[in-house]
């Protein structure tokens, strides 16, 4: 018996054994593969990943193994080939320190790129570390479930019985399937790829220059060819239809001499499709099982791993009886309008990807209905029984500073405090209380409530007033005044422990 199964050990079912075990909870996973994939599907980790490393004390190794783009990045290039695009002689691009100097609405800064079977070699051992059963080669065959829990078949025999169950396996989720989870959305974009993982050496032909991917445009190798160490580590994305070949990939390449080392292919197609509900019963869908989105952007894997925040402190506190059922009812209600607003602006990027990679395309993105990145990473908010107050439409769609402004909802401003730590580090994923110099009535309450509780200077509080901030570093509740009464009051309602109005 096991407190939550997780069912599939990908970056996402990784992520939601990492949160799940921070929060005290039993985790058990278990992967129909072998053992870690080598070939990562996506390349790029968002800033608010890279919070949510900070918060289980994993920011620091997920650098140490994301690629270093700190002393510059080309981003996105295009050329007839990758020796025509003549990168030794071109300028470095923006280096890391720039970049981090345009985000500071954020702590979480990372030096560059960081592939899925990279991000997974500190996940993999962080999880085990917190106490979380991983397990290769054991594939789910069926489940029930019960008003008590679920019952998991697996591939080998056995039978593992758990209070919950987690599906994080993937585009083709059997456990989805099973539950007869219907998805909905435009479905196939375009037509079948081949995903091609590959070994050579380029630094005669990026002479240390680093980028994110480069659309080849030869017409006897077109593709797309993407970082993965920006030493030699690379893949090339082709039609499906096109033999991933060495001289294909030399063609590509402009190098006819070069050295290739295949590693891996993979058949994948673009999909957009949401499902129509995360949660049945028991059991609830996160990462691709939840959502497929195209990958212009870079939202799927964190839309995946921002799920398995969202879903890991909810399960910990209803297992732990500090909440009622009724708080799990809101991971549907919050993450799925998410991935849908996912889904939606990727496709848009697809019709033109400019919209994503021009930063001054303001008036473009306005037309078409495009939200800037940022925003679509960090700057949603969420409307649900786990939220009190209205829900205000954004203030702005291009700058995610002016979205974090304190509202019910959304993500806690980010300030450094005197002490040298973030206000979201303040947090430390628990229910805590912000407040100004001025509001001793909420750092008593809290007291009294056994609630963490800090006095910050953050504008977006009201003098005398506070923020109360969920485990999740979202607002739950903003106090412009009043009694403590009603943080009690409130967080009872949150928390699904009272049917009053607070």
């Not at 080669?137 to 008003?147: I, M, R, T, Y």
């Amino acid at each position: 018996m096991t407190e939550v199964l997780i069912v599939g050990g990908g970056t996402v079912g990784l992520s939601a054994a990492v949160f799940l075990a921070h929060h005290g909870v039993q985790v058990h996973v278990v992967e129909r593969e072998d053992g870690p994939q080598i070939h990562p599907r996506a390349t790029g980790m968002g800033m608010r990943t890279m919070e949510m490393m900070r918060e289980v004390g994993l920011d620091r190794a997920v650098n140490a193994v994301a690629v270093d783009m700190s002393a510059g990045n080309l981003g996105k290039i295009s050329a007839e080939t990758l020796a025509a695009a003549g990168l030794p002689s071109l300028p470095p691009g923006p280096a890391r320190a720039q970049t981090n100097a345009a985000m500071p609405y954020t702590p979480g800064v990372i030096r560059g790129l960081c592939p899925q079977n990279r991000l997974d070699t500190v996940l993999l051992p962080a999880a085990r570390e917190r106490g979380a059963i991983v397990e290769y080669g054991a594939e789910l065959v069926s489940l029930e479930q019960d008003g008590e829990g679920v019952t998991a078949h697996l591939s080998d025999g056995r039978t593992i019985r758990a209070d919950y169950l987690v599906a994080a396996d993937g585009v083709r989720s059997r456990v989805r399937s099973a539950l007869g989870i219907t998805t909905s959305g435009p479905g196939n974009l375009g037509e079948p790829l081949t995903n091609t993982l590959f070994h050579a050496d380029l630094s005669e032909l990026t002479g240390g220059r680093a980028f994110v991917n480069c659309n080849i445009t030869h017409p006897d190798a077109p593709g797309l060819l993407m970082t993965i160490d920006n030493e030699k580590e690379w893949t090339f994305h082709t039609g499906g239809d096109v033999e991933p070949t060495p001289e294909l990939i030399r063609t590509a390449l402009g190098a006819p001499d070069l050295e290739i080392e295949i590693l891996s292919t993979l058949r994948w197609r673009v999909r957009a499709l949401v499902a129509d509900r995360f949660a049945d019963g028991r059991v609830f869908l996160v990462g691709d099982a939840a959502h497929v989105v195209p990958p212009l952007g870079a939202f799927g894997m964190n839309t995946g791993v921002a799920d398995a925040h969202n879903l890991a402190w909810k399960l910990a506190l209803v297992l732990r009886g500090e909440a009622g059922p009724a708080l799990l009812d809101t991971y549907d209600a919050e993450r799925r309008p998410v991935a849908q607003l996912t889904m939606e602006q990727a496709v848009l990027r697809l019709a033109d990807p400019s919209l994503h990679w021009d930063p001054a395309q303001v008036e473009a993105r306005a037309k078409a209905g495009a939200v800037n990145a940022p925003i679509v990473h960090l700057g949603y908010r969420y409307s649900s029984a786990a939220v009190i107050g209205p829900r205000p439409e954004l203030p702005s769609t291009e700058d995610v500073a002016l979205d974090l402004d304190g509202s019910p909802g959304s993500r806690v401003p980010h300030a450094w405090t005197a002490e040298g730590v973030s206000t979201l580090d303040l947090v430390r994923s628990r229910f805590t209380v912000l407040t100004t110099p001025e509001g001793d009535v909420w750092l008593d309450a809290a007291a009294r409530l056994g609630l963490a509780a800090h006095t910050v200077a953050l504008p977006e509080i009201p003098r005398g007033g506070a923020l109360l901030v969920r485990p999740d570093g979202f607002i739950a509740w903003r106090a412009e005044d009043g009694t403590s009464g009603q943080l009690e009051a409130n967080l009872a309602r949150l928390l699904g422990r009272t049917g009053e109005d607070a």
